[in-house]
């Protein structure tokens, strides 16, 4: 479903952020990109949803290049960022409805969505409301119920539990779950190891752009840790 190809990225003065990066995610994984800060992982993924141009390698969603077929891609990928940035002077529902209609999601299916996932995340009775009066992780649950709206084929998550409380993360992860099972891929950074190593079936480790772990997660933690091969690698 991803495939990223000796990708590299480059900022103003030759710092290169990430350095010849080879991964591959398949439909039905749950895969983790774990690393310090700074170590590459908002640079890779923001580039794999085409945010950021880059010049050397390349990347494929679903056999098509983020370059040569940006729109395309974007039709079957869902990308939410660390820290959302959503339209605030809209409510939560002309948000969702806004979101719905860029994806040509018929009124009926969005109608059944917003439902579901704004009564699972407990936000259904503050839709009404504008967003600027929302709380930090209120904007997450409805960043999270905006990218899940068109059923997206690769789930793209950039540290996607901060902010939220135990209740929606538990949540989240069902959901995370479930898409893998009928047949999406997730990539996803975070910095909770525990909840890479037990809902990843894959795993990245990423240290000053260079890959230096990767493979199913028994591999990668064999009898240790991930908490602790993360710490000795990095």
Request: hydrophobic residues 40%; charged residues 25%.
């Amino acid at each position: 479903m991803l495939t990223i190809r000796n990708f590299s990225k480059s900022y103003k003065g030759g710092n290169k952020a990430v350095d010849c990066l080879n991964l591959k995610i398949d439909s039905g994984d749950i895969f983790g990109f774990i690393g310090h800060n700074g170590a590459g992982k908002t640079t890779t993924i923001r580039s794999v949803v085409g945010v950021l141009d880059f010049e050397e390698g390349e990347i494929f969603i679903n056999g098509m290049s983020i370059k040569e077929k940006p729109i395309e891609c974007k039709r079957i990928t869902a990308y939410i960022p660390d820290n959302p940035d959503l339209y605030e002077h809209l409510s939560g529902i002309a948000y969702l409805n806004f979101i719905a209609d860029i994806f040509e999601i018929s009124r009926s299916d969005r109608e059944t969505l917003i439902e579901k996932y704004a009564g699972e995340f407990e936000l259904m009775d503050n839709l009404g409301a504008s967003i600027s009066s929302y709380s930090h992780g209120m904007k997450q649950k409805l960043a999270i119920i905006g990218a899940l709206i068109h059923s997206p084929k690769l789930l793209v998550l950039d540290e996607p539990f901060v902010g939220l409380d135990p209740k929606a993360s538990h949540t989240l992860k069902k959901i995370m779950a479930k898409l893998v099972k009928e047949g999406s891929a997730i990539f996803f950074s975070t910095h909770v190891l525990e909840v890479a190593e037990k809902l990843c079936n894959k795993i990245a480790i990423i240290k000053k752009g260079k890959l230096v772990a990767c493979g199913t997660t028994e591999e990668v933690t064999g009898d240790h840790s991930l908490e602790d091969v993360f710490l000795e690698l990095t």
